[in-house]
T-cell receptor
């Protein structure tokens, strides 16, 4: 299994509070991704990073920000959590993109509940 | 057409059965295709990449039909342990196109 950890694994928070989720990898992969997964939806990309300090928005980026100050860490911040952000959040990594996509490996996920 | 579309199932099959999943995609320029497997309350894991010529890995066979823009996954001799949700994954649009995940097809293999 790829060396990806996420913390915390479970979190319950209140509406309006900031929340930061952490993804840590030991694979030295260049690309890192944050997805959310909700019933009735596939995995949806929130933000991704293609290198240290290089990030870009995904399909559902509103209300989220990210930072990547080291190759191994990718942080996802909910600036002011809302109930619609209750979800399971997955981090993923991949080695390269090139002309075709490399496999993405996923972390174990974080279950976030916003009350 | 939705970017990636799958029959949600569930597919309920007996052990030993052969089951096939199909997936259609809208981006005719896509070059990368995958099947992932996701167990209940777990992360998705790569099952297999899908190549133009089709490919096989043990009991699993993946096929790509570019003309019709669909991908299939065939599972032969189903095992109880094959029970999971199977996600079809396709390269998205644009120069920074990312992977687009289907909603998944749920498979339940019964004794």
């Amino acid at each position: 299994d790829a060396g990806i950890t996420q913390s915390p694994r479970h979190k319950v928070t209140e509406t309006g509070t900031p929340v930061t989720l952490r993804c840590h990898q030991t694979e030295n992969h260049r690309y890192m991704y944050w997805y959310r997964q909700d019933p009735g939806h596939g995995l949806r990309l929130i933000h991704y990073s293609y290198g240290v300090k290089d990030t870009d928005k995904g399909e559902v980026s509103d209300g989220y920000s990210v930072s990547r100050s080291k190759t191994e860490d990718f942080l996802l911040t909910l600036e002011s959590a809302t109930s619609s952000q209750t979800s399971v959040y997955f981090c993923a990594i991949s080695e390269s993109r090139g002309t075709s996509f490399d496999t993405q490996y996923f972390g174990p996920g974080t279950r976030l509940t916003v009350l | 057409r939705k970017e990636v579309e799958q029959d949600p199932g569930p597919f309920n099959v007996p052990e030993g059965a052969t089951v096939a999943f199909n997936c259609t995609y809208s981006n005719s320029a896509s070059q990368s295709f995958f099947w992932y497997r996701q167990d209940c309350r777990k992360e998705p894991k790569l099952l297999m990449s899908v190549y133009s010529s089709g490919n096989e890995d043990g009991r699993f066979t993946a096929q790509l039909n570019r003309a019709s823009q669909y991908i299939s996954l065939l599972i032969r001799d189903s095992k109880l342990s094959d029970s999971a949700t199977y996600l079809c994954v396709v390269e998205g649009r644009g120069s920074q196109g990312n992977l687009i995940f289907g909603k998944g097809t749920k498979l339940s293999v019964k004794p």
